[in-house]
C-alpha cells in the first residue's frame, strides 16, 4: 500500500474485535471531550469506573419469586447510606 508521500506503508493486522454502536450527538461529544492525546475511544471507554457490585432486576425478581429476602441487609444498609448521601452521580470520564 502507498502512502500519500508515495512511500510504502505496512498495514498491521490486530485482532481485536470491533462493534458499531449508536451515540447520541451529546453523549458523543461528551466522550470526545474526554479522550486524550493518543487514546482511542476505547481507552477512554475502559478508564470509566463501573461499579462491579449491582444487582439486576432480573435477580431481584427471581428472589422475588423463590419467596427470600430480595435484599440482603447489607444490600440495604448500602441504599440507605446512599439515599442519605443522595447526589448527582459522578462524571465517569472526568478531565485531568
Do not use: N
Not at 458499531?20 to 475511544?41: D, M, P, V
Not at 432480573?58 to 430480595?70: F, T
Not at 440482603?72 to 443522595?86: C, F, G, Q, S
Amino acid at each position: 500500500m502507498r502512502g500519500v508521500d508515495g512511500s510504502t506503508q505496512i498495514m498491521h493486522s490486530l485482532c481485536m474485535s470491533t462493534r458499531t454502536i449508536s451515540l447520541r450527538l451529546e453523549a458523543y461529544e461528551k466522550l470526545r471531550r474526554a479522550k486524550r492525546l493518543g487514546e482511542s475511544f476505547s481507552d477512554v471507554v475502559m478508564r470509566a469506573c463501573w461499579a462491579d457490585e449491582t444487582i439486576t432486576a432480573a435477580e431481584l425478581l427471581r428472589r422475588r419469586r423463590e419467596g427470600g429476602p430480595v435484599l440482603t441487609v447489607e444490600e440495604l444498609d448500602r441504599l440507605d447510606a446512599a439515599a442519605a448521601d443522595d447526589r448527582p452521580p459522578e462524571d465517569k470520564w472526568p478531565t485531568r
